[in-house]
């Protein structure tokens, strides 16, 4: 666990018509997307390549690195074509580790009970959400999906917020957004989304990470039981 302060969370439900929500690490535990990407990415890397493992992990580190923040970063197509392996047949053999964070259900419940506008806002490339939602089965609980492609930028930058307000139509005064990154926080704020919540469990395995800047969950039902007036 981070050395940083939880920052109360305060919602009031009825100032709120538009929930944003973010897929990995917040709706579904990370922990599928660090294991794939950090453990059996290298290990079919370096079986491909004839490298050792530590070498494959360096030179993988380092083309994620380049790529982080950007729409190539969750482009299956790009790393395919990038590393000489299938990625997406690689995730559907491993996808039985995607799974759905506790209290997500009751929560996208919540919000539907209570007439929200459900909209699951991902970087995540359209096969990503194809095959993970084969397994999660979330699909009904939301309005529509958009994955930052149809945006033609990622969630960190800038120009992505206006373009999503656009292309949904929602009041960004009466919207609140759910993400376990920082930098897409940050970004949200700079454009004056005015509800944000930070997600400190993005993945069961690792340690909960706190927001210094914005109210953190560690489970979804925190935004029911702790909302300032429930609905």
């Known amino acids: 666990m981070n050395s940083a302060k939880k920052i109360p969370l305060h919602i009031d439900w009825q100032q709120i018509d538009t929930v944003l929500?973010?897929?990995?690490g917040t709706l579904l535990d990370r922990h599928?997307?660090?294991?794939?990407?950090?453990?059996?990415?290298?290990?079919?890397?370096?079986?491909?390549?004839?490298?050792?493992?530590?070498e494959a992990r360096r030179r993988l580190r380092s083309a994620y690195d380049n790529q982080e923040g950007t729409l190539a970063w969750t482009n299956l197509d790009y790393w395919s074509e990038q590393l000489g392996l299938d990625i997406p047949e690689l995730k559907r053999r491993v996808d039985a580790l995607v799974d759905v964070h506790p209290h997500v259900v009751d929560f996208?419940?919540?919000?539907?009970?209570?007439d929200k506008m459900i909209y699951l806002v991902t970087n995540a490339h359209h096969k990503t959400l194809a095959i993970k939602m084969a397994k999660a089965a979330l699909n009904g609980y939301w309005d529509q999906a958009v994955c930052a492609e149809q945006i033609g930028q990622a969630k960190e930058e800038a120009a992505f917020w206006p373009r999503l307000e656009r292309h949904l139509g929602y009041d960004k005064q009466r919207t609140l957004l759910v993400d376990d990154t920082e930098r897409v926080l940050d970004q949200a704020n700079a454009y004056g989304l005015k509800y944000l919540?930070?997600?400190?469990?993005a993945?069961?395995?690792a340690p909960h990470r706190f927001s210094a800047k914005y109210p953190s969950i560690v489970f979804f039902n925190e935004l029911i039981s702790g909302s300032s007036q429930q609905l």
């Open 203 to 205: 993945s069961s395995r």
């Open 21 to 24: 929500l973010d897929m990995d």
């Open 32 to 54: 599928f997307d660090d294991y794939f990407w950090h453990c059996y990415v290298p290990e079919n890397y370096a079986l491909l390549h004839d490298l050792e493992i530590e």
């Open 197 to 201: 919540v930070h997600v400190a469990r």
């Open 108 to 114: 996208l419940e919540f919000c539907r009970k209570n």
